[in-house]
């Protein structure tokens, strides 16, 4: 990896003469790590744990992840180590349940991570500004499994309407990315000084934009995956005058090796991938300044044109195909069923009145005349009552055709109707089996594209 000449300059005088060790490890393998989704009882790996989470484990080899079932399943979710440093803050300080939001979310790393830790009762919003991503986002949202999230797709500025809306709001936010020129090496060509310091005001007008949407007292989390002070510490002692905020503490253990403040004296938390095992990562916890919390905007009344239409009857029997039916509020969109958490369903509304929702809740099915086709979302979300579907296990063979969305030939005793398609326990989505055929109903967009079998298959955990 060549790396840019004045990159070389300005990190060598941030670091001394710990920049030749943070230059050898860029020439070093990357590491590979993953997260445990829990709530689908994803067994953990015999393998070295990442000692900042109690769901991620390093791996000793790169798997093969396009052709892992469980992958697609949702059983776990590949992240860059470093990166979840963030549970650290999440659970010193988050103790209740709260509205989140993750605002730079896609591809869902974060998200899906901050899913897994918020208390019982939380709602997550995770937004993305561009269109494709968000589409990403919702993808791995919705394979993650768990009912208490809403996709976005907004400009900051927008969200910032929703006044003192969330108690948390993690700011992942667009940076020069220098932390990353060792899983992306091209990315080097990209840097220059000129866009670090467009990057540090973009990230400025970022938190401006959606400052108003944090309650008073609520945290904000701003994280990078950069090196250098004018996006890290710069950025944060910016945030400390000009709004007012409070840094805070999170507590950490020597071995880990985060590497504190380079400039100013904020506590702040850098991962310098020569002292740590993984990426280069900044990340920052700061508590608005307490105040009074003004009324939120309330949801709008539905459209007169929406007056006096008949509410859709929904057959009964899809309170059967989620477990604790009596915690969802049903709706019927264009003939789609909806199904939204009660406890979240206020907040839905309000949402849904001012921004635009890519996914949120669980997608149940399509009504389809007397018939009901179930939708995939249903099929991976932690909320299936599997024993409401005939189940079948297939083998990798099966499952990765499967998942190319080609046919399946079912065996002769499986029930007519729609079956649950599961690869080790975990469920990939659903056929209707006509007796001599079964039509493939995994998602059109999400199939695998690979027209190839890899001569070696390295599956989770270790297969």
């Given amino acids: 990896m060549a790396l840019p000449i004045e990159f070389i300059a300005r ?40 000692a900042w989470s109690e769901t991620g484990y390093y791996l ?28 650290q803050a ?62 976005t797709n907004n400009d900051p500025e927008e969200i910032g309407r929703l006044t003192h809306l969330f108690d948390v709001i993690v700011t992942d936010v667009p940076c020069s990315g220098e932390g990353m020129f060792r899983k992306d090496t091209d990315s080097t060509g990209e840097w220059s000084v000129a866009n670090v310091n467009l990057c540090a005001a973009r ?31 710069d950025n944060i002692h910016y945030i400390l005058e000009e709004l007012g905020a409070e840094a805070l503490s999170i507590p950490v253990k020597e071995e880990w090796q985060i590497t504190g403040p380079l400039r100013y004296n904020h506590p702040v938390y850098r991962f310098l991938p020569h002292k740590t095992k993984g990426e280069g990562f900044f990340l ?34 899809v309170n059967k195909w989620i477990q604790e039916p009596d915690s969802f509020r049903m709706e019927v ?12 369903y206020d907040t839905w509304q309000l949402i849904s009145n001012q921004l635009r929702i890519v996914s ?34 297939v083998s990798w063979e ?13 065996p002769p005793d499986i029930e007519k109707g729609y079956v649950l398609v599961c690869y080790n326990d975990f469920p990939l989505g659903f056929v209707k089996h006509l007796g001599n055929r079964a039509n493939n109903l995994y998602p059109q967009e999400w199939r695998i594209r690979s027209g190839y079998l890899p001569d070696k298959v390295i599956l989770f955990p270790g297969e």
């Fill in 11 to 50: 990190t060598r005088a941030l670091l001394g003469e710990e920049y030749d060790k943070l230059e050898a490890a860029l020439q070093a393998d990357v590491p590979v790590s993953i997260r445990i989704n829990q709530r689908k009882g994803t067994k953990a790996p015999e393998t070295s744990p990442v």
């Fill in 60 to 87: 000793p080899e790169r798997l093969s992840f396009t052709f892992d079932p469980q992958f697609h399943a949702g059983a776990y979710y590949v992240q860059e180590a470093s990166s979840m440093f963030l549970e």
């Fill in 90 to 151: 999440i659970r010193t300080f988050v103790d209740g349940p709260v509205k989140c939001l993750d605002l730079c979310a896609a591809p869902g790393g974060k998200s899906t991570h901050l899913i897994s830790l918020l208390p019982e009762g939380s709602l997550l919003v995770s937004n993305e500004v561009i269109r494709t991503r968000s589409n990403i986002l919702a993808e791995n949202m919705t394979k993650w499994g768990n009912p208490n999230s809403i996709v």
């Fill in 203 to 233: 990230q400025r007008r970022i938190i401006h934009d959606i400052w108003n949407a944090l309650k008073p007292g609520g945290l904000l989390i701003y994280s990078t995956c950069t090196y250098n002070t004018e996006e890290n510490e």
């Fill in 284 to 317: 920052a916890a700061l508590r608005k300044a307490p105040g009074e919390v003004d009324e939120i905007i309330r949801p709008k009344s539905k459209n007169k044109k929406d007056k006096g239409k008949a509410t859709p009857v929904i057959p009964p029997v």
């Fill in 333 to 344: 969109f264009n003939d789609t069923i909806q199904a939204i958490p009660t406890v979240h």
């Fill in 360 to 393: 949120a809740g669980i997608r149940i099915g399509e009504i389809k005349g007397k018939d009901i086709l179930p939708a995939h979302s249903l099929a991976v979300s932690t909320a299936l009552n599997k024993t409401a579907f005939t189940r079948v296990e």
């Fill in 398 to 410: 099966d499952a990765v055709k499967y998942l190319k969305k080609e046919a399946l030939l079912l």
